[in-house]
T-cell receptor, first 112, second 114 residues
Framework: DAEITQSPRHKITETGRQVTLACHQT?????MFWYRQDLGHGLRLIHY???????NKGEVSDGYSVSRSNTEDLPLTLESAASSQTSVYFC???????????FGPGTRLLVL | QQQVKQSPQSLIVQKGGISIINCAYE??????FPWYQQFPGKGPALLIA?????SEKKEGRFTISFNKSAKQFSLHIMDSQPGDSATYFC?????????????FGQGTTLQVKP
């Protein structure tokens, strides 16, 4: 079955370290999204991509970067982790022309 | 600026009761309004969605009511069950422009007591 996976599921890191969160989908969807979920804020869009080599900034993109070298993967990199980036991160994908987004299981990140 | 405001933040309902969650939006260009359901430790999943050309959409025990003039929409869960206990997010997007970007509300944690 097609699916979307995220790794790691849990991560503890230190302030200032570079961290990369992986997202892999097997639906062959063109659209991929990264969100962070924080209590009281719902889900906020970090970055998104509409296809290979395409990346765009979302609402809360400062301190994050993404790259899209193939259809299946959209890794999210925290260049220099900060305590404010402690959160649960969700990756999602959707097909072009379809609004429904399919979410991964999330990565819980703690920055000490 | 929060473009989609959701209330209440938490809700406790007895089994068999009606759960009601409300959302208000600001951008009149929004034309797609989904509700996502999230269980603990899982990612959100689409529950039901509506477009502004209809005022109500029902799927089983779940109904969306939409008031375009008031820029509000709500989720009604009839005959609420303990298995409905989850966090619910409303969202909005400019679906017709095919951007696919969702603006989420803050979320409502629903607890249905047996």
């Amino acid at each position: 079955d097609a699916e979307i996976t995220q790794s790691p599921r849990h991560k503890i890191t230190e302030t200032g370290r570079q961290v990369t969160l992986a997202c892999h989908q097997t639906w062959n969807h063109n659209n991929m999204f990264w969100y962070r979920q924080d209590l009281g804020h719902g889900l906020r869009l970090i970055h998104y991509s509409y296809g290979v080599q395409d990346t765009n900034k979302g609402e809360v993109s400062d301190g994050y970067s993404v790259s899209r070298s193939n259809t299946e993967d959209l890794p999210l990199t925290l260049e220099s982790a900060a305590s404010s980036q402690t959160s649960v991160y969700f990756c999602a994908s959707s097909e072009t022309g379809q609004e429904t987004q399919y979410f991964g299981p999330g990565t819980r990140l703690l920055v000490l | 600026q929060q473009q989609v405001k959701q209330s209440p933040q938490s809700l406790i309902v007895q089994k068999g009761g009606i759960s009601i969650i409300n959302c208000a939006y600001e951008n009149t260009a929004f034309d797609y309004f989904p509700w996502y359901q999230q269980f603990p430790g899982k990612g959100p999943a689409l529950l039901i969605a509506i477009r502004p050309d209809v005022s109500e959409k029902k799927e089983g025990r779940f109904t969306i009511s939409f008031n375009k003039s008031a820029k509000q929409f709500s989720l009604h869960i009839m005959d609420s069950q303990p298995g409905d206990s989850a966090t619910y997010f409303c969202a909005a997007s400019r679906g017709s422009s095919n951007t696919g970007k969702l603006i989420f509300g803050q979320g409502t944690t629903l607890q249905v007591k047996p």
